[in-house]
């Protein structure tokens, strides 16, 4: 590989330090190149507005009324998902792009992409159901996007940025809440336990694929409190739309099992940190205290009325809570940046040298 494209990579990652600055302390000679996401709408930064079939879109008001001056960019939220803000962390950028972004430049791909998809999952039926861009397609958009960096800054360099960056994986919502009670498509083949194994399964061999191609450094969310999602209160939570327990104990079980895999491939995969990121507790917490966490409103988004417009049904003509800071939720799925930026700064500061090691 050339000097040119040696510099390029460093010039690179020392600009993106010097102009966002690392808001974490990172364990000492430890550097991270670049953040890759998969997962679904939590970490979608965009992938999903080009999809022809899908109504799983957001790339229309009022969603990122709070970002770069109010203009949509089909993340799920008023403004900055968990992987736009753990780049920042992390000192690399200030976005993170969507890897389906026309306007994705080849500078971009050095420092991480999201191939995240909306309403996908783990299941592969959940893909399918929503019209959404798989987990294992996400994969080959991984291997597309290794042998475009290998086409900008050779073996060597590629090698570094996949060894050396964090690989996000966040998923499992949309199979438990919507392929499995909602839709209701599993549950003739699997039992709550049986179905939680076939998901922690699913995950597993995407890790063991991600490491087969050099990654080191996996982070895997869990499941949040899926039962205190505003639209699950609707649905399924009676009259005084009550957190279902049925749907809570069946993300408790599936992250009991998935902390248990995660466990057993660090130890197992050489020289890999692989990590469980627990996301049901910190979510939990500020629901059950959400004046300790300065939020006013809990159980419902702020589009419409809260309790049930996420995507289509939170539109232009869907009026929005005053106060974003004060609702946990946009929408009646999906946090605001205000709930992401403490759940993000709290497992970051908890987890980060379980995740890239060095102390």
């Known amino acids: 590989m050339g000097l040119t494209a040696t510099t390029l990579l460093f010039v690179s990652i020392f600009i993106s330090w010097?102009?966002?600055?690392?808001?974490?302390?990172?364990?000492?000679?430890?550097?991270?190149p670049a953040l890759l996401v998969l997962g679904d709408s939590i970490v979608d930064t965009g992938n999903n507005n080009n999809l022809k079939l899908t109504l799983v879109k957001c790339n229309f008001s009022p969603y990122g009324q709070d970002l770069n001056g109010g203009v949509a960019t089909g993340r799920f939220t008023?403004?900055?998902?968990?992987?736009?803000?753990?780049?920042?962390?992390?000192?690399?950028?200030?976005?993170?792009?969507?890897?389906?972004?026309p306007n994705l430049q080849s500078k971009d791909l050095?420092?991480?992409?999201?191939?995240?998809?909306?309403?996908?999952?783990?299941?592969?039926?959940?893909?399918?159901?929503?019209?959404?861009?798989?987990?294992?397609?996400?994969?080959?958009?991984?291997?597309?996007?290794?042998?475009?960096?290998?086409?900008?800054?050779?073996?060597?360099?590629?090698?570094?940025?996949?060894?050396?960056s964090v690989f996000l994986m966040v998923a499992s919502s949309n199979d438990l809440a919507i392929t499995y009670f909602t839709a209701g498509l599993r549950r003739f083949q699997y039992d709550v336990p049986s179905y939680a194994d076939f998901l922690v399964s699913k995950c597993s061999n995407i890790i063991k694929e991600l490491y087969d191609l050099g990654a080191r450094r996996v982070a895997v969310f869990g499941a949040p409190p899926i039962g205190?999602?505003?639209?699950?209160?609707?649905?399924?939570?009676?009259?005084?739309?009550?957190?279902?327990?049925?749907?809570?104990?069946?993300?408790?079980?599936y992250n009991t099992k998935l902390s248990s895999e995660l466990d057993f491939l660090s130890k197992t995969l050489s020289q890999s940190n692989v990590a469980y990121i627990d996301i049901y507790n910190p979510l939990f917490d500020i629901i059950q205290n959400p004046q300790t966490y300065g939020f006013h409103t809990v159980d419902k988004g702020c589009c419409g009325t809260g309790d049930v417009e996420t995507v289509f049904l939170c539109n232009k003509y869907s009026k929005t809570c005053p106060e974003h800071a004060k609702f946990l939720f946009w929408d009646s799925?999906?946090?605001?940046?205000?709930?992401?930026?403490?759940?993000?700064?709290?497992?970051?500061?908890?987890n980060i040298h379980k995740i890239l090691g060095g102390g």
Request: with cysteine; aromatic share 6%; proline share 5%.
């Open 333 to 350: 799925i999906h946090p605001t940046e205000a709930g992401y930026k403490i759940l993000v700064d709290r497992v970051v500061r908890e």
């Open 18 to 32: 010097w102009i966002v600055g690392g808001s974490v302390a990172l364990p000492p000679n430890v550097t991270v």
């Open 78 to 101: 008023n403004s900055k998902t968990p992987g736009d803000l753990l780049v920042t962390e992390f000192g690399i950028k200030e976005l993170l792009p969507a890897y389906l972004d």
């Open 228 to 253: 205190c999602l505003p639209v699950q209160r609707t649905l399924a939570g009676g009259l005084s739309r009550k957190c279902v327990d049925e749907d809570n104990d069946a993300a408790k079980l």
């Open 110 to 164: 050095l420092t991480g992409v999201s191939f995240a998809s909306g309403g996908t999952g783990y299941d592969p039926q959940t893909s399918t159901l929503m019209d959404v861009i798989s987990m294992e397609d996400q994969l080959k958009m991984l291997k597309e996007y290794i042998e475009k960096l290998k086409s900008i800054v050779g073996e060597d360099k590629t090698s570094y940025i996949i060894n050396n």
